[in-house]
């Protein structure tokens, strides 16, 4: 049994504005397509405030080009989706019962000269065909063309929510000497972390990394039963969703104990480049302009082979979204855009480190979203 309790308030209102749906069909009519099918996941909870659960019965919201919106739901779940900001915008809410066929209900309410429709980036693929065969002379295109350009630039009260959940997940790292010691295993240390991003202001834990010893050069090493010893770096990177909808994640590096010299010299040599790269942050800038900020540095140390990722990625509504700071991005940054800032160095089978912060374009610059001590931390 699944239980929500999705609740309309003013801060809802503020994050989801009514206006944000005409914006959205007219961007979509403006790129020639005739309507827009968005499924659960973020593009809808961007749209609507509907954080609608993935479920093999369909919901979509139905942008046509002309005429008016509407959402249509399973009818179990049509409680659900009143009490969600979607209930407080005007749209009209679509039950549809257990023995209808949705995608024929949708089909029979767009224009029959429908040519050309986006589909969500994320739709279920068994949802995309179902639609193909609904309207099988519509080209199905990807939504995320039109949403993307929209959700990049964030609203002042889109970076307001993500400054309140960077400043939740910094709560939880000011506490981690509470549970990173020696002789505790990394999942021990993981399940007291999970419990505190909860406990600081996230509705969901997404992800806990703590990686010690040889596991801190695995960037997406998650937890193991492997304990940690006096000397090891421990590279902590976290992140969760608040009931907002908005994403934090920050890394840091832990040494309980004294750690090896060259270790030492190895989180400098990072430490300098990510400074260099958050304050390089500025409108007109390009992605791979800034991701070549921090990798200069790092491959003038020595350290350049060991830097096996992009600089970072977009945030909000996903923890992972655009605009992707990487190499052969020429994407300028533009005010509004949030994005980690998140140079590594891994010397496989030994330790690594990464440094990560959230950092919002401005107007005339960057604002980190993240401001705990970004020094290597060293533990009892």
């Known amino acids: 049994m699944h239980h929500r309790t999705d609740t309309t308030t003013e801060s809802d209102q503020d994050l989801y504005p009514a206006d944000r749906l005409d914006r959205v069909r007219t961007a979509a009519s403006e790129a020639g397509l005739d309507a827009l099918l968005i ?41 659900a989706a009143q009490a969600s900001p979607a209930g407080a915008l005007g749209v009209e809410i679509l039950a549809w019962q257990e023995t209808e066929d949705p995608y024929a209900v949708i089909a029979s309410r767009l224009p029959a000269s429908a040519e050309r429709v986006g589909v969500d980036n994320h739709m279920w693929a068994e949802k995309t065909l179902a639609f193909r065969a609904a309207l099988p002379r519509a080209e199905q295109e990807l939504a995320g063309t039109v949403l993307g350009v929209l959700r990049t630039r964030k609203t002042p009260r889109e970076v307001a929510a993500l400054r309140r959940a960077g400043a939740a997940i910094d709560r939880v790292h000011t506490r981690m000497g509470e549970w990173l010691r020696a002789g505790r295993t990394e999942r021990e240390v993981g399940r007291d972390i999970a ?60 040494v309980v104990g004294e750690p090896p010299e060259e270790f030492r010299r190895l989180h400098d040599v990072l430490l300098r480049a990510q400074r260099a790269q ?28 060991h830097f096996i990722h992009r600089t970072g990625h977009g945030i909000g509504l996903e923890s992972h979204e655009e605009p992707y700071i990487v190499a052969g991005s020429r994407q300028p940054l533009a005010p509004g855009m949030a994005f980690s800032v998140e140079p590594g160095i891994y010397l496989k089978d030994r330790y690594g480190a990464r440094i990560e912060d959230i950092v919002v374009c401005t107007e005339d610059g960057g604002e980190r979203l993240n401001t705990t001590d970004r020094e ?3 533990l009892p």
Do not use: K, W
């Not at 806990?208 to 937890?223: D, F």
């Not at 942050?281 to 350290?303: K, M, S």
């Open 39 to 79: 499924s659960p996941g973020a593009d809808l909870r961007y749209l609507t405030g509907y954080d609608a659960m993935q479920l093999e019965r369909l919901t979509c919201l139905v942008l046509p080009a002309e005429g008016r919106p509407f959402l249509l739901v399973p009818a179990l779940e049509e409680p």
């Open 195 to 254: 419990t505190a991003i909860a406990a600081e202001g996230h509705a969901r834990v997404d992800f806990v990394i703590v990686g010690s010893g040889p596991h801190s050069a695995s960037p997406h090493h998650e937890l193991s039963d492997r304990v940690i010893r006096p000397g090891d770096p421990v590279v902590v990177d976290i992140g969760g969703t608040t009931a907002e909808g908005y994403c934090s994640d920050s890394t840091r590096v832990y």
């Open 278 to 305: 958050t304050e390089a942050v500025r409108p007109g800038l390009t992605a791979e302009e800034l991701d070549a900020v921090g990798r200069n540095l790092i491959t003038q140390a020595g350290f350049g082979a």
């Open 376 to 378: 290597l931390t060293v």
